[in-house]
């Protein structure tokens, strides 16, 4: 009895809490039925991709929907700061949004946790969507750390003489006998550009000389134990005008001048730069490293200008639209310079998080269009391309874990347009970005006078401040906290990837050392940068010696003892090593200028005193001093330069 007392009891009890529960159901359930659910477009994004998210059964009572980047529970701020990303409606019941990851973003599994708020601010619903973000593992497709001359000309140097090294004839074969003596990787070469002047076409609009020097080149360089590269200048041509050409070119917001007048109105020009939205172009690149994929002789392929030009602006469509931006309605119904006014209005207004979008995109937009090429060229050969140091090229719209990302197995960092002073604060903001390892990185420095002014030193001949920026670069330009398990590299590579160090150097270019020197020799500026690849070399086990020069002994007229010490800094017994003087300004080769050194031990320094001849003998002069050992190949050579002014100045360490 008792039993069907509680079992009609909880019946009853049944029945007296059912409009209750009708109630809960009632108010937690929204009256459309629907649930939000959000949903990544991609699983994995590479560093250079817009994360795109959709949402869909987003509640009816909306007034924003929002998505926090999250890593680890924590918030992932994107490349402008902000921690929220705002949802746009997309159309069919659809939402997106689009979020830039920021710079060098740290590489794994991340969420976009997505609130859909009331007009109160009050969450109705949340729903979260897992990505990934991918970085790829630097390339071991080059010889690592590199080293390489450069040569970039329209000029003809089959009748040009370049002089040679150490007294060489003069001829055209000396182009890449300075990259050998210098103890270069390769030898990078200007292959493809386009220029007004030389009439180019639509059917041809290549510097057809520097073509047909491609396979000349290449061969001498092998022959020379070297490896060749050709670059293509992409989307910059040549010289003070617009080929006549059909390109979509690129444009710049500019305050023109008139009678030595600027004026106070910008007006938006176009530039000499083709537009990265220049299908035209894009076809002219596409076919040039098609056929240089095909030609035996080339090792390497280059881009160089893969950025937008000055401004960029007219590419303020597509920057919109891929950040899923709302400037105002019918944005896109206005014309393109409304459009580019309000973009140019932002930036200079400092809205400091439209500048870093605005920088970050068009990275993003230039290494999408690197991999567009190389792709739809077939390239197979390592690949390369050149990007601007200033702000670790963000400034200009590019980034080399970008660029890696997108199919670059190096970048040869341009450390270009910089006094000394411009340059320091170059190296502050590499180093405190830029963290070793996660690209190979080949930084560059210019044999150009008018750049190489050091207001501490005024008197500083240029060819020992280029050296000295180039140590820098080598030895200054990263930071390192690896080893990076994300990214393993192979043994070979694990000191480059965790000592701070560079991938390499490179020498910008011959043309400037010879005849835009500004009163040196082109063997000084040479010297100068092996001279500090020689120290890179050192530090990362790929030389066994390093040299060190001494002020010159006199000994006779116009001859002089050139103290060099000489270090093996390996673990091996280095044979058959030479040392000798090098000639630069106002110096030459001599006799007793070499000598041998039959057996170096580990750790063993000797110094010998090589004879240098030196006419002229005044304060300008750069002692220089080489040595050979092995097989004399380029890669068996080190090389030491001194600076001194005056001569009379005492040797450190000296008493008065």
Same mark, same amino acid.
């Given at each position: 009895?008792?039993?069907?007392?509680?079992?009609?009891?909880?019946?009853?009890?049944?029945?007296?809490?059912?409009?209750?529960?009708?109630?809960?159901?009632?108010?937690?359930?929204?009256?459309?039925?629907?649930?939000?659910?959000?949903?990544?477009?991609?699983?994995?994004?590479?560093?250079?991709?817009?994360?795109?998210?959709?949402?869909?059964?987003?509640?009816?009572?909306?007034? &924003? !929907? /929002?998505?926090?980047?999250? @890593?680890?529970?924590?918030? +992932?701020?994107?490349?402008? #700061?902000?921690?929220?990303?705002? %949802?746009?409606?997309?159309?069919?019941?659809?939402?997106?949004?689009?979020?830039?990851?920021?710079?060098?973003?740290?590489?794994?599994?991340?969420?976009?946790?997505?609130?859909?708020?009331?007009?109160?601010?009050?969450?109705?619903?949340?729903?979260?969507?897992?990505?990934?973000?991918?970085?790829?593992?630097?390339?071991?497709?080059?010889?690592?750390?590199?080293?390489?001359?450069?040569?970039?000309?329209?000029?003809?140097?089959?009748?040009?003489?370049?002089?040679?090294?150490?007294?060489?004839?003069?001829?055209?074969?000396?182009?890449?006998?300075?990259?050998?003596?210098?103890?270069?990787?390769?030898?990078?070469?200007?292959?493809?550009?386009?220029?007004?002047?030389?009439?180019?076409?639509?059917?041809?609009?290549?510097?057809?000389?520097?073509? &047909? !020097? /491609?396979?000349?080149?290449? @061969?001498?360089?092998?022959? +020379?134990?070297?490896?060749? #590269?050709?670059?293509?200048?992409? %989307?910059?041509?040549?010289?003070?005008?617009?080929?006549?050409?059909?390109?979509?070119?690129?444009?710049?917001?500019?305050?023109?001048?008139?009678?030595?007048?600027?004026?106070?109105?910008?007006?938006?020009?176009?530039?000499?730069?083709?537009?990265?939205?220049?299908?035209?172009?894009?076809?002219?690149?596409?076919?040039?490293?098609?056929?240089?994929?095909?030609?035996?002789?080339?090792?390497?392929?280059?881009?160089?200008?893969?950025?937008?030009?000055?401004?960029?602006?007219?590419?303020?469509?597509?920057?919109?639209?891929?950040?899923?931006?709302?400037?105002?309605?019918?944005?896109?119904?206005?014309?393109?310079?409304?459009?580019?006014?309000?973009?140019?209005?932002?930036?200079?207004?400092?809205?400091?998080?439209?500048?870093?979008?605005?920088?970050?995109?068009?990275?993003?937009?230039?290494?999408?269009?690197?991999?567009?090429?190389?792709?739809?060229?077939?390239?197979?050969?390592? %690949?390369?391309?050149?990007?601007?140091?200033?702000?670790?090229?963000?400034?200009?719209?590019?980034?080399?874990?970008?660029?890696?990302?997108?199919?670059?197995?190096?970048?040869?960092?341009?450390?270009?347009?910089?006094?000394?002073?411009?340059?320091?604060?170059?190296?502050?903001?590499?180093?405190?970005?830029?963290?070793?390892?996660?690209?190979?990185?080949?930084?560059?420095?210019?044999?150009?006078?008018?750049?190489?002014?050091?207001?501490?030193?005024?008197?500083?001949?240029?060819?020992?401040?280029?050296?000295?920026?180039?140590?820098?670069?080598?030895?200054?330009?990263?930071?390192?906290?690896?080893?990076?398990?994300?990214?393993?590299?192979?043994?070979?590579?694990?000191?480059?990837?965790?000592?701070?160090?560079?991938?390499?150097?490179?020498?910008?270019?011959?043309?400037?050392?010879?005849?835009?020197?500004?009163?040196?020799?082109?063997?000084?500026?040479?010297?100068?940068?092996?001279?500090?690849?020689?120290?890179?070399?050192?530090?990362?086990?790929?030389?066994?010696?390093?040299?060190?020069?001494?002020?010159?002994?006199?000994?006779?007229?116009?001859?002089?003892?050139?103290?060099?010490?000489?270090?093996?800094?390996?673990?091996?017994?280095?044979?058959?090593?030479?040392?000798?003087?090098?000639?630069?300004?106002?110096?030459?080769?001599?006799?007793?200028?070499?000598?041998?050194?039959?057996?170096?031990?580990?750790?063993?320094?000797?110094?010998?005193?090589?004879?240098?001849?030196?006419?002229?003998?005044?304060?300008?002069?750069?002692?220089?001093?080489?040595?050979?050992?092995?097989?004399?190949?380029?890669?068996?050579?080190?090389?030491?330069?001194?600076?001194?002014?005056?001569?009379?100045?005492?040797?450190?360490?000296?008493?008065?």
């Amino acid at each position: 009895m008792r039993v069907i007392l509680k079992k009609h009891g909880f019946f009853l009890l049944g029945i007296l809490l059912l409009p209750s529960l009708l109630i809960f159901l009632l108010e937690t359930t929204p009256a459309d039925e629907s649930r939000l659910s959000v949903t990544a477009g991609q699983e994995a994004y590479w560093r250079y991709e817009v994360v795109e998210v959709f949402a869909e059964g987003v509640p009816v009572d909306t007034a &924003e !929907l /929002v998505g926090v980047p999250t @890593r680890d529970g924590e918030t +992932a701020p994107g490349v402008d #700061g902000r921690d929220e990303v705002p %949802f746009k409606p997309a159309g069919e019941g659809r939402w997106r949004c689009c979020w830039a990851m920021p710079w060098d973003p740290e590489l794994g599994d991340y969420e976009l946790r997505v609130e859909a708020r009331d007009a109160a601010g009050a969450v109705l619903q949340s729903a979260a969507a897992p990505f990934s973000i991918r970085g790829r593992a630097p390339s071991t497709s080059v010889k690592l750390p590199h080293f390489a001359l450069t040569l970039e000309t329209d000029a003809d140097y089959f009748t040009a003489g370049l002089a040679g090294p150490r007294l060489r004839v003069p001829g055209w074969k000396n182009v890449i006998a300075w990259a050998e003596y210098a103890g270069a990787d390769s030898f990078w070469f200007g292959a493809a550009l386009t220029k007004a002047a030389y009439g180019p076409t639509a059917d041809n609009p290549w510097f057809q000389p520097n073509v &047909e !020097l /491609v396979p000349l080149l290449a @061969r001498e360089a092998h022959r +020379a134990g070297l490896e060749f #590269g050709a670059w293509i200048s992409a %989307f910059f041509p040549y010289g003070a005008q617009r080929p006549a050409i059909d390109y979509a070119y690129s444009r710049n917001y500019v305050f023109p001048e008139k009678d030595g007048q600027t004026s106070d109105k910008g007006e938006f020009w176009w530039t000499l730069n083709a537009s990265l939205n220049c299908e035209l172009r894009k076809s002219h690149l596409i076919e040039m490293a098609r056929r240089l994929e095909a030609e035996p002789q080339v090792d390497y392929i280059g881009l160089d200008y893969i950025r937008t030009g000055p401004g960029g602006y007219e590419l303020v469509g597509d920057f919109v639209r891929e950040l899923n931006l709302q400037p105002w309605d019918g944005f896109f119904a206005s014309t393109i310079e409304e459009q580019m006014t309000w973009l140019v209005m932002q930036l200079r207004g400092r809205n400091q998080a439209m500048i870093n979008l605005w920088q970050w995109w068009r990275a993003s937009k230039a290494a999408r269009t690197l991999k567009e090429v190389k792709e739809e060229a077939g390239v197979t050969k390592p %690949f390369w391309c050149f990007t601007l140091g200033w702000e670790m090229g963000h400034q200009h719209g590019q980034d080399v874990l970008m660029m890696t990302d997108a199919g670059a197995d190096f970048c040869a960092v341009m450390l270009y347009d910089a006094t000394r002073n411009e340059w320091d604060g170059m190296m502050t903001d590499w180093k405190e970005a830029y963290r070793d390892g996660r690209a190979n990185v080949v930084a560059g420095v210019i044999a150009d006078p008018p750049q190489l002014t050091n207001p501490y030193n005024p008197r500083a001949p240029y060819p020992l401040e280029m050296g000295d920026r180039a140590a820098q670069a080598a030895f200054d330009l990263s930071h390192s906290t690896g080893p990076w398990p994300d990214l393993p590299a192979p043994e070979a590579y694990a000191a480059l990837r965790s000592d701070g160090l560079t991938e390499g150097l490179f020498l910008h270019d011959l043309e400037r050392m010879a005849y835009r020197n500004g009163g040196w020799w082109l063997a000084d500026y040479v010297i100068a940068g092996a001279a500090a690849m020689s120290e890179l070399r050192a530090a990362t086990g790929d030389c066994p010696v390093t040299l060190e020069v001494h002020r010159p002994e006199p000994v006779g007229a116009f001859l002089f003892d050139l103290p060099v010490d000489v270090t093996n800094v390996s673990d091996q017994t280095v044979t058959n090593l030479e040392v000798r003087s090098e000639p630069t300004r106002h110096s030459s080769v001599t006799v007793g200028g070499t000598v041998e050194i039959g057996e170096l031990a580990p750790g063993e320094t000797v110094t010998v005193r090589p004879r240098w001849y030196a006419y002229e003998y005044t304060e300008e002069h750069a002692p220089a001093a080489g040595a050979v050992w092995g097989t004399r190949s380029p890669n068996e050579r080190a090389f030491a330069i001194r600076y001194q002014i005056p001569w009379q100045e005492k040797e450190e360490g000296e008493g008065e």
